[in-house]
């Protein structure tokens, strides 16, 4: 499993999109911690966890963490 720092560069939600399009297009599962640490409301927001939720779906992946100011997925 590759483990990712969102707090990494912006801080920002590019993290979490750039990590679930890239293991959704390989198959190959992360851990994200730190998620938009770098924001005044860190953690996923409404819009971060329904893109979590599409992407999930659409592949058929399990989601562990997956709800609204989580941390870590």
């Known amino acids: 499993m590759l483990e990712i720092d969102g707090s990494q560069g912006e801080g920002g939600g590019q993290v979490l999109r750039t990590s679930l399009s890239l293991s959704a297009l390989t198959g190959r599962p992360f851990r994200l911690t730190n998620i938009r640490a770098g924001r005044s409301k860190p953690g996923l927001r ?28």
């Open 46 to 73: 409404p819009q971060h966890l329904t893109a979590v939720q599409a992407v999930a779906a659409t592949c058929q992946a399990a989601v562990e963490g997956a709800r609204i100011n989580a941390g870590s997925l």
